[in-house]
């Protein structure tokens, strides 16, 4: 087993707000590992570092041995990382098999010269990605879906169409910011059971997470974010159970 991505002394400040301060660990391949912490101890900021949405100020992040840091976003992107966002970013007016047909990379329709010079490929591929598009969604629960415009989804479905997009474009890593918001009862335990699923098949996944029941479920290492710095990291009846965590999260409350 390899550390996937690797993180070193991560460190951003917003003037004189330090949000994240000299932050290192690493994430395993075919491994889930989850960010945990209070409001404000510098999760998403992390993501935005490592995704190339945030420059930072010092540290590096490596991607299979390749550093990340002063990359786009879509360069990112396209070396194997996806991102989630709470606030989904679906296009409303595609259908269910729109949505995920248009995040397989590398497509031959994208490119005016295949249009003109080889269009039987490109219908062909178009024929394959389709069917590729329907096994995907009927892994996540959303087989019979297709038709319906991603708009139309219940919250909770379009949780799902999102996880299936990340599927489609193949990346390496899924970066996945609070994946269970507004998801409750038998759907948060669904979803549960899907993600672990698709990890226990190789998928490594890195979660921003407030949910400590999904966490627990799913992640294989949890590191515990606090004012910005590592605070500590350990699997989940390690951190769950530390009593100084408690009381910083939720005042001695965490279950």
Not at 116 to 140: D, H, M, N, S, T
Not at 201 to 219: D, P, Y
Request: no cysteine.
């Amino acid at each position: 087993m390899s550390d996937l991505l690797v993180v070193s002394d991560l460190a951003k400040s917003f003037g004189g707000i330090k949000a994240v301060r000299g932050v290192s660990f690493t994430v395993r391949r075919g491994k889930a590992t989850s960010l945990v912490g209070p409001n404000g101890a510098g999760k998403t900021t992390i993501f935005n570092l490592i995704t190339g949405s945030l420059r930072a100020d010092t540290g590096s992040v490596l991607f299979e041995d390749r550093e990340l840091r002063g990359l786009s976003p879509s360069q990112v992107a396209r070396l194997g990382i996806s991102r989630t966002f709470q606030d989904l970013r679906l296009f409303a007016t595609m259908t269910v098999l729109e949505s995920v047909m248009v995040s397989f990379p590398d497509q031959l329709g994208d490119r005016p010269t295949a249009l003109v010079f080889r269009p039987r490929a490109v219908r062909r591929q178009e024929r394959q990605l389709r069917e590729k598009a329907r096994e995907i969604l009927a892994q996540v629960g959303l087989s019979g879906q297709e038709g319906r415009r991603a708009g139309e989804l219940s919250y909770a479905e379009q949780k799902l169409l999102t996880i299936s997009r990340s599927m489609a474009m193949g990346a390496d890593v899924w970066l996945l910011d609070e994946p269970a918001s507004g998801l409750d009862g038998d759907t948060l335990v669904q979803f549960a059971a899907l993600l672990r699923g698709l990890v226990d098949n190789g998928q490594t996944v890195l979660i921003v997470e407030h949910n400590l029941r999904l966490v627990q479920e799913v992640s294989d290492w949890v590191l515990f974010l606090d004012q910005g710095r590592l605070k500590a990291e350990g699997s989940p009846e390690e951190i769950f159970q530390n009593k100084e965590l408690q009381d910083i999260y939720m005042g001695g409350g965490v279950v």
